[in-house]
């Protein structure tokens, strides 16, 4: 008996029965958010399972073709296969799809796109007009078909429908006469013409539940493991671990706060404001159990402005909920994220892994906010993080943190899921009150819950400087000598460098945005110990670090407040704590003006230099309304263009095709100065240029784009540059050929 295969150690029987087991537990997760989008929609229930069931079912039919089973021979042998005579086999699969679609449509028509023959054909491979990511088979010829194996596969795909009460559709197709790639085009060149006659939200909502299934089903039955959709976890194992933290740092655990309660009992969307070290994280973390528990179980999703404000939340909730239910995406892993990954290459596991990860399928997720707003512009694996948004729990923190352009995205991006059961927490220390009405209107059945039983608390008194930091180097070494832990922050990474071996003989910390990701964990850790702490804008949002003193440049007045909150974070009025304000140099306002607006830190530094220095939370606040008051939301830079992007980069794509171009100006979703790449300083070739791209991610450290241009070049994919890297600095835009460090001395 003649065996075919679908992995190297699955038969093809043997893989589709395990999808098939998963897709039943994926779609059970599903099901209220299918039941609700038919209703939106109008659309059968059971024909859209049927239609789903099929995706399944034919997904990987294509593979009994003789290059496809040849390379499954070399791979289970360990021999050699040259992998440029295979044959994509999602493109025999798309021919059976699409017949199966037309008789599926003979009995009950729910769409004249055929949508599911498109997520069959585009399940490992993106799909766009020019068909760009399958060039090898344009010039291939169409391949042996096994037609036993086909006919032995269709035989098992009835025996599966038939369990679920269905009767598959007889398909009569001679595919060794058809050219599927041709096929494939013909439909697309159809489907504008097709498309304007639909519903864009109604086709793309189809479409996502379509093909996000058929992928989830298809991950985990590769992987021959059941599917972890929701987190179990209750309010008392959170309580319990929060004692147990206070245990940890001598501190008694008085409950929850009010805030927190508030937090904990509140079902729908909620916009919360309270100052820094108010337990913001721990009560966003019980409002999520709470409305996912209420949603029949839900994913979590916490969205944050920075890759290391990120890190850190996600070390916090594995140990709420455990690491092995804890993904962590952000851009640090886009390299490896955007290329290829085919399941039926070596290291498949280690890259599902990855994949689990960065498409939000880990029952929560940690990771940047712009993991999601890309799935707006149809990048990566997009269908994947939208279905698992859909009908989630998000929580956005930090959401002052973000420029225009950003913010009007993250707009558009709460209505699109909004309409989709979504849930939302937006969360921020220092909200204008102009952002929250702006929140208001898209979320009207919001709940604004405020911590007003720390407005009164004071942490630290305020000075103002009317000179730039690096002329008080004496003062600050003072300080550090009278035992004052001291941080220090500053608003670009060259001044971040230049104090840091100021402050070479205390032992100073250097924190920035360039250092490799395997340095940057290793500075985090040692914060704690730290006398004194040089940064950049990093150390602005959530990260769980407390000082004496902060000695800083002037920025926005919610940045100042958010730096101001990582001294005496626990309002301890014997510490004496003190904020000293300086000046922002040259750099600094053409980092902040034209982003935000014109003399922002000017009016800053004069609101600060007006006030007294016995400021409260309920201060701060009134300083940041004030600063604000002449710089409505509606007019910051490219907010306007922004509430339009989103929608207009999906209808470009006919809401369900891919983005396989490069990212255009308007598919940003940061504004930045300078477009960034990640690279590998060229000092760790010998380290990396083996390793797996797992690994290799932890030295990554991102550039500007104009100067990796200059300076890099690719090994084998690997994109390496000449510059200076240090262990304990970071890397300087100077390219060198002795890489030495300037400290000569391991971190720590």
Same mark, same amino acid.
């Given at each position: 008996?003649?065996?075919?295969?679908?992995?190297?150690?699955?038969?093809?029987?043997?893989?589709?029965?395990?999808?098939?087991?998963?897709?039943?537990?994926?779609?059970?997760?599903?099901?209220?958010?299918?039941?609700?989008?038919?209703?939106?929609?109008?659309?059968?229930?059971?024909?859209?399972?049927?239609?789903?069931?099929?995706?399944?079912?034919?997904?990987?039919?294509?593979?009994?073709?003789?290059?496809?089973?040849?390379?499954?021979?070399?791979?289970?042998?360990?021999?050699?296969?040259?992998?440029?005579?295979?044959?994509?086999?999602?493109?025999?699969?798309?021919?059976?799809?699409?017949?199966?679609?037309?008789?599926?449509?003979?009995?009950?028509?729910?769409?004249?796109?055929?949508?599911?023959?498109?997520?069959?054909?585009?399940?490992?491979?993106?799909?766009?007009?020019?068909?760009?990511?399958?060039?090898?088979?344009?010039?291939?010829?169409?391949?042996?078909?096994?037609?036993?194996?086909?006919?032995?596969?269709?035989?098992?795909?009835?025996?599966?429908?038939?369990?679920?009460?269905?009767?598959?559709?007889?398909?009569?197709?001679?595919?060794?006469?058809?050219?599927?790639?041709?096929?494939?085009?013909?439909?697309?060149d159809f489907l504008p013409g097709l498309l304007?006659?639909?519903?864009?939200?109604?086709?793309?909502?189809?479409?996502?539940?379509?093909?996000?299934?058929?992928?989830?089903?298809?991950?985990?039955?590769?992987?021959?493991?059941?599917?972890?959709?929701?987190?179990?976890?209750?309010?008392?194992?959170?309580?319990?671990?929060?004692?147990?933290?206070?245990?940890?740092?001598?501190?008694?655990?008085?409950?929850?706060?009010?805030?927190?309660?508030?937090?904990?009992?509140?079902?729908?969307?909620?916009?919360?404001?309270?100052?820094?070290?108010?337990?913001?994280?721990?009560?966003?973390?019980?409002?999520?159990?709470?409305?996912?528990?209420?949603?029949?179980?839900?994913?979590?999703?916490?969205?944050?402005?920075?890759?290391?404000?990120?890190?850190?939340?996600?070390?916090?909730?594995?140990?709420?909920?455990?690491?092995?239910?804890?993904?962590?995406?952000?851009?640090?892993?886009?390299?490896?994220?955007?290329?290829?990954?085919?399941?039926?290459?070596?290291?498949?596991?280690?890259?599902?892994?990855?994949?689990?990860?960065?498409?939000?399928?880990?029952?929560?997720?940690?990771?940047?906010?712009?993991?999601?707003?890309?799935?707006?512009?149809?990048?990566?694996?997009?269908?994947?993080?939208?279905?698992?948004?859909?009908?989630?729990?998000?929580?956005?923190?930090?959401?002052?943190?973000?420029?225009?352009?950003?913010?009007?995205?993250?707009?558009?991006?709460?209505?699109?899921?909004?309409?989709?059961?979504?849930?939302?927490?937006?969360?921020?220390?220092?909200?204008?009150?102009?952002?929250?009405?702006?929140?208001?209107?898209?979320?009207?059945?919001?709940?604004?819950?405020?911590?007003?039983?720390?407005?009164?608390? *004071?942490?630290?008194?305020?000075?103002?400087?009317? +000179?730039?930091? %690096?002329?008080?180097? !004496? =003062?600050? &070494?003072? $300080?550090?000598?009278?035992?004052?832990?001291?941080?220090?922050?500053?608003?670009?990474?060259?001044?971040?460098?230049?104090?840091?071996?100021?402050?070479?003989?205390?032992?100073?910390?250097?924190?920035?945005?360039?250092?490799?990701?395997?340095?940057?964990?290793?500075?985090?850790?040692?914060?704690?110990?730290?006398?004194?702490?040089?940064?950049?804008?990093?150390?602005?949002?959530?990260?769980?670090?407390?000082?004496?003193?902060?000695?800083?440049?002037?920025?926005?007045?919610?940045?100042?407040?958010?730096?101001?909150?990582?001294?005496?974070?626990?309002r301890d009025p014997s510490r004496n704590s003190?904020?000293?304000?300086?000046?922002?140099?040259?750099?600094?306002? *053409?980092?902040?003006?034209?982003?935000?607006?014109? +003399?922002?830190? %000017?009016?800053?530094? !004069? =609101?600060? &230099?007006? $006030?007294?220095?016995?400021?409260?939370?309920?201060?701060?606040?009134?300083?940041?309304?004030?600063?604000?008051?002449?710089?409505?939301?509606?007019?910051?830079?490219?907010?306007?263009?922004?509430?339009?992007?989103?929608?207009?980069?999906?209808?470009?794509?006919?809401?369900?095709?891919?983005?396989?171009?490069?990212?255009?100006?308007?598919?940003?979703?940061?504004?930045?100065?300078?477009?960034?790449?990640?690279?590998?300083?060229?000092?760790?070739?010998?380290?990396?240029?083996?390793?797996?791209?797992?690994?290799?991610?932890?030295?990554?450290?991102?550039?500007?784009?104009?100067?990796?241009?200059?300076?890099?070049?690719?090994?084998?994919?690997?994109?390496?540059?000449?510059?200076?890297?240090?262990?304990?600095?970071?890397?300087?835009?100077?390219?060198?050929?002795?890489?030495?460090?300037?400290?000569?001395?391991?971190?720590?």
């Amino acid at each position: 008996m003649t065996f075919y295969y679908a992995k190297p150690d699955q038969t093809y029987k043997e893989h589709l029965a395990s999808v098939y087991d998963a897709w039943k537990d994926i779609v059970q997760c599903k099901r209220l958010l299918i039941k609700r989008m038919s209703e939106k929609y109008s659309f059968s229930m059971e024909r859209f399972m049927k239609g789903s069931l099929m995706t399944v079912v034919l997904h990987d039919i294509g593979k009994n073709i003789e290059p496809f089973q040849k390379m499954m021979d070399a791979l289970r042998n360990e021999t050699k296969f040259d992998r440029r005579k295979n044959y994509r086999h999602e493109l025999i699969s798309f021919n059976l799809a699409f017949s199966a679609w037309v008789e599926l449509n003979k009995e009950n028509k729910y769409s004249i796109c055929p949508l599911e023959a498109l997520a069959v054909a585009g399940h490992h491979r993106p799909i766009d007009f020019d068909l760009s990511s399958f060039q090898r088979e344009k010039i291939s010829d169409l391949p042996i078909v096994y037609e036993d194996g086909i006919k032995e596969a269709l035989d098992f795909a009835g025996q599966i429908f038939s369990k679920e009460g269905w009767q598959f559709p007889q398909l009569v197709q001679e595919l060794s006469k058809a050219n599927a790639l041709r096929e494939l085009k013909k439909l697309l060149d159809f489907l504008p013409g097709l498309l304007k006659k639909e519903d864009y939200d109604r086709v793309r909502t189809l479409f996502v539940l379509l093909k996000g299934i058929l992928l989830y089903a298809d991950w985990y039955g590769s992987s021959n493991t059941r599917v972890r959709y929701k987190v179990n976890t209750q309010k008392d194992q959170i309580l319990d671990v929060l004692n147990k933290r206070c245990q940890e740092k001598n501190i008694k655990f008085m409950g929850l706060t009010l805030f927190q309660q508030k937090l904990s009992e509140q079902e729908g969307h909620v916009i919360a404001v309270a100052p820094t070290g108010s337990g913001k994280t721990e009560g966003s973390i019980l409002w999520a159990i709470k409305n996912s528990s209420d949603m029949g179980g839900s994913k979590i999703i916490y969205l944050l402005p920075t890759m290391a404000t990120a890190n850190s939340i996600w070390s916090r909730l594995c140990a709420f909920f455990g690491e092995e239910n804890v993904g962590l995406t952000h851009s640090s892993a886009n390299l490896i994220f955007e290329s290829e990954i085919d399941h039926e290459t070596s290291e498949r596991d280690e890259k599902r892994n990855l994949l689990f990860d960065q498409s939000f399928i880990r029952p929560v997720t940690v990771g940047t906010v712009d993991q999601l707003l890309t799935s707006g512009f149809n990048m990566g694996k997009w269908v994947l993080k939208e279905i698992n948004a859909a009908n989630s729990v998000i929580i956005l923190d930090e959401i002052h943190a973000y420029d225009g352009w950003t913010l009007g995205l993250i707009i558009s991006m709460i209505k699109h899921f909004a309409q989709l059961g979504t849930r939302f927490l937006l969360m921020s220390a220092t909200m204008p009150e102009s952002i929250i009405s702006l929140f208001q209107k898209i979320l009207p059945t919001s709940t604004v819950i405020k911590d007003t039983e720390l407005l009164d608390k *004071k942490r630290s008194k305020y000075f103002t400087k009317d +000179k730039f930091i %690096e002329e008080d180097i !004496a =003062e600050i &070494k003072e $300080a550090i000598e009278k035992g004052h832990r001291i941080l220090v922050v500053v608003n670009t990474v060259e001044k971040c460098q230049i104090l840091a071996m100021e402050f070479k003989d205390y032992n100073a910390v250097c924190y920035h945005s360039r250092f490799i990701a395997k340095d940057r964990k290793t500075i985090e850790e040692s914060f704690e110990k730290a006398r004194i702490v040089i940064a950049t804008q990093i150390v602005e949002v959530s990260l769980d670090i407390d000082f004496d003193w902060l000695f800083t440049e002037c920025a926005p007045p919610d940045a100042l407040a958010q730096r101001a909150g990582r001294v005496n974070r626990r309002r301890d009025p014997s510490r004496n704590s003190r904020i000293f304000i300086y000046k922002a140099d040259t750099k600094a306002e *053409k980092i902040y003006n034209p982003i935000n607006a014109p +003399k922002i830190l %000017e009016k800053s530094f !004069a =609101e600060f &230099k007006q $006030a007294h220095s016995d400021l409260n939370e309920k201060d701060l606040l009134t300083i940041v309304e004030s600063v604000y008051r002449d710089y409505p939301v509606e007019e910051r830079e490219g907010f306007s263009e922004a509430l339009t992007q989103y929608e207009q980069s999906q209808k470009n794509r006919l809401a369900i095709l891919d983005n396989v171009s490069p990212r255009d100006e308007l598919e940003q979703t940061r504004m930045t100065k300078y477009e960034t790449v990640n690279v590998i300083p060229y000092c760790f070739f010998t380290e990396v240029y083996e390793s797996t791209p797992k690994e290799r991610k932890w030295y990554e450290v991102k550039i500007p784009y104009w100067y990796a241009k200059k300076h890099s070049r690719l090994h084998d994919g690997v994109l390496f540059c000449h510059l200076t890297y240090d262990r304990k600095l970071g890397a300087f835009l100077k390219p060198e050929d002795n890489f030495c460090s300037l400290y000569n001395a391991p971190i720590g």
